[in-house]
């Protein structure tokens, strides 16, 4: 006898990239050299003095057993300090950070806390897709919201009107926008903390970009007058610092919005891994200029990447920001699915389909510069053939 699943699993599927990862490790066992860049996984190393804390730490007596909910204060401070340089944001480490298992976590728990069956969510129509599938799962009914393709991928403010009700909860917000590489501006800012105040909906705006590759000193939404009575920002080191698998995150905001969260955070883990936070704290403490080293390397992988884009006669913005590269297909080529399935399994390249950051996306494909050129430059060799 198969127990009938909850109505949540039917309301959302298996997340593309493992789907595809696993035709990916198939192709890979039949002894083809795929070359992945589909995925945001970077493949750098965190800085040395993070392993060296990590390793310190670990070696502790103390550093095995459960911690507090709300992390260490060490990790707290650090973040603190790493929006007041970074930022130019005041923080208070004890009421205005919540660390969190990396910035995904977070939109589940913020999803939990402020949503009831019913309520709507604001998503952009490219997007992260965890914005539709955890409020899905917790039972809102996501709007999406138009971004103006000819006006940098901007938010369509006047049609966004449009679209709240009275069960209006939450809008989700992304700048350096991810798939589409669109910077953050103070002007983006102003309109959305305005917006959400005069509509009374809780702005979650997800920055994990913002040091990658930018063009401009970096931006975050709570450096905007009255950002914190509307919103909450998540952050997360997996790009900026190179530690993805580490999962280390927060969400920065208000006292009642960090209480609000941790009532449901509290009740879902058990705190994370002290030699980690320690390692973390270390790391947002890194200098100005290991930053600057690491966006030279993926500076050092966008020419190869342009040539692969070129190679397929798409067109793409020169302005974007992070580790991602956003194009438009030709007109000859039928669709993003196609593409995508023809250099899988006929040149053995993964890159990934617009269409799973949203319909608006099916002429569209994104890269990713998260391995060395070298192998960037195949890519290209292998479709001139």
Known sequence: MIIPVAHRAGQTQEYYFSVKLAEVRKLLAAGHDVINMGIGNPDMMPSANTLQ???QSAAQANAHGYQNYKGTPDLRNAIARYYAHMYQVSLDPETEVLPLLGSKEGITHISLTFLNDGDEVLVPELGYPAYRAVSKMVGANVKEYPLLENQGWQPDWQAMKGLVSDRTKIIWLNYPHMPTGAPATRELFEKAVRFANDHRILLCHDNPYSLILNKKPPLSLLSIDGAKDVAIELNSMSKSHNMAGWRVGWMASSKPY???VLSIKSNVDSGMFKPVMDAAAEALGNP????QERNAVYEG?????????????????????????WAKLPDEVQSAEQLVDDLLYNKHIFIAPGFIFGPKGNRY???SLCMPKERIWEAVHRISK
């Open 258 to 260: 960090i209480d609000a």
């Open 301 to 325: 992988r966008l020419e190869a990447a342009t040539a692969f884009l070129d190679a397929l006669d798409c067109t793409y913005a020169d302005d974007q920001e992070g580790m991602f590269f």
């Open 365 to 367: 494909i994104r890269l």
């Open 53 to 55: 804390a990590l390793s």
């Open 288 to 291: 100005d200029a290991w930053h």
